[in-house]
């Protein structure tokens, strides 16, 4: 190209003007709009909860609280299952769909309990999650509880094209369900089939709807959003077990801080047989299954 | 004589390794909410880290307990023999080494109302736990550690244990069958 040639544009002063000010009225959009819940100032997320605990209260007719308790520091929360004391019984399903308001129609349930054959060992290939004996544990079988694992090398987290899913600073795996766009990138990218989908309006009937509510946890959730465990974030992050340990009849569930070297988990790690769900993956879950005896 | 000495060796074992480090049981008299529950504090490796923790009373079957009131001196004086057992707790049914063991091995024949360890030592139905220590010293360890068994409450504060005999009755400790709550549904498969 020739040096003196100038090179012309059909911009013209007035476009430049309206272009410049609409990226400037979008990024101003952007800073003061809508945001995800784990970069909102504390002073809009207490307005939303006071908002949301108004519209639940007046849905459910029940006074409903929505907590935003925090990550205590120098915790980092892990859960164990002894494989040996599992026998199927499915309360810990049952626990946690009161507790967290999971839909009853259509159904979700954030725990799986997968029956497996001894002879073959783990084996997913060949489990079976709608096993319905007249009593459980049947003979050559074990049960093996499938939920969130709260991977420390989450792929949901990942692979979610909007940030709405993110592990908090307490190991617990997050999503605001008010940013999920609900592509389900996250349920492809995990490897445990933890995470569940609304494809219908979720519904809890009135009256057993759990008020005691965590903004990252268990309140109600739209149509169109991914949800799943969050270790009963209300309750462990209120210093209490979780609903699925205290229901289980066998005591097969541990739940504690694996930064504590006195706590349970610390326990099991250091003395009992531990093994992953597809370690192979290099998830690095933060639930441990063992074997007590 | 050979009946008496695997179980005595047995729980001679068991009492020199859980017996530096037993569970510190302090019957409290009354505290708030749990009238008749037991306190105890687990061993910790620091002591700065005591936690509180609740057992509920033994599960009696109705109506058994004292069982002094029908076993005393004068009106039922105590047969050593080993025999079943035809006119009261015929129900009663032990599935728990019954080649080797009968009642007398638990329960104190002095003092009707508590049972004994392999010393002699008598025990109180509260502490039925380092009974059953002395041959399941394994679960013992684990279930004072908190792995062993149900617990309700904080995962860092005080919590509510339970007795073996909670979940293992100690006539048949297995644990029983239970019904399976419902399947889940299959997914729904869209209608073509």
């Keep these: 190209m020739a040096k003196d040639e100038t090179v012309t544009t059909d911009v013209t002063r007035r476009q430049f003007a309206s272009v410049a000010a609409a990226a400037a009225a979008g990024w101003l959009l952007t800073a003061c709009g809508p945001r995800r819940l784990h970069e909102i100032p504390r002073d809009r997320l207490r307005e939303a909860i006071s908002e949301w605990e108004r519209d639940y209260s007046e849905k459910y007719s029940q006074a409903v609280t929505v907590s935003d308790t925090g990550p205590m520091p120098g915790v980092l929360f892990a859960m164990a299952l002894d494989l040996s004391r599992c026998n199927g019984n499915r309360l810990c399903v049952d626990a946690c769909v009161t507790e967290n308001n999971q839909s009853r129609d259509p159904e979700v349930q954030w725990i799986r309990v997968l029956s497996m054959d001894k002879e073959k060992g783990i084996d997913f290939a060949d489990a079976d999650p709608y096993y319905d004996p007249k009593e459980v544990p049947e003979p050559n079988r074990f049960y093996v509880p499938v939920a969130c694992q709260h991977c420390r090398n989450a792929p949901c987290t990942k692979v979610c094209p909007v940030g709405a899913t993110w592990t908090e600073p307490d190991g617990i795996v997050v999503i605001d369900y008010d940013w999920c766009i609900g592509c389900r990138c996250c349920m ?35 149509k169109g959003v991914v949800e799943k465990c969050t270790f009963c974030i209300q309750r462990t992050r209120a210093g209490r077990y979780p609903a699925c340990l205290e229901a289980c009849p066998t005591g097969a569930r541990k739940f504690g801080n694996m930064l504590d070297p006195e706590s349970e988990i610390r326990y099991i790690l250091e003395n009992k047989r531990v093994l992953l769900l597809k370690q192979e993956l290099n998830t690095m879950p933060k639930f441990f299954y063992f074997y007590g005896t | ?62 109506g058994v307990f004292p069982c002094s009131e029908c076993h ?16 009261a707790h015929d129900e009663i049914v032990l599935k728990h080494d019954e080649e080797n063991r ?4 638990c329960h104190d024949t002095n003092n009707r109302d508590r049972l ?18 002395q041959c399941h010293g394994e679960k013992y360890r684990d279930w004072r550690a908190g792995v062993h068994g149900r617990r309700i409450g904080e995962w860092n504060g005080a919590k509510q244990y339970l007795l073996c005999v909670h979940c293992h009755s100690p006539h048949q400790p297995r644990f029983k069958s239970l019904e399976p709550r419902p399947a889940p549904r299959r997914p729904m498969r869209p209608a073509r």
Excluded: K
């Design chain 1, 188 to 222: 492809a990218a995990c490897p445990y089939g933890a995470r569940h989908f609304n494809w219908q309006a979720p519904s809890v009937p009135q009256g057993q709807v759990n008020p005691s509510m965590h903004y990252l946890g268990n309140r109600p959730r739209p």
């Design chain 2, 1 to 62: 004589m050979h009946r008496t000495v695997i179980p005595l060796s047995c729980a001679v074992a068991a009492l020199a390794a859980w017996g530096c480090g037993r569970v510190g049981v302090d019957r409290v008299a009354t505290t708030e909410s749990h009238q008749a529950m037991t306190a105890i504090v687990p061993p910790r490796a620091s002591a700065a880290v005591q936690l509180r923790v609740e057992v509920p009373p033994p599960p009696f079957s109705e």
């Design chain 2, 72 to 87: 005393n001196e004068t009106d039922l004086p105590p047969n050593r023999t080993r025999r079943p057992l035809v006119d």
């Design chain 2, 102 to 105: 009968w009642c007398l091995d």
């Design chain 2, 116 to 133: 004994h360890l392999a010393s002699g030592e008598t025990v109180a139905f509260e502490e039925s736990y380092r009974i059953c220590g």
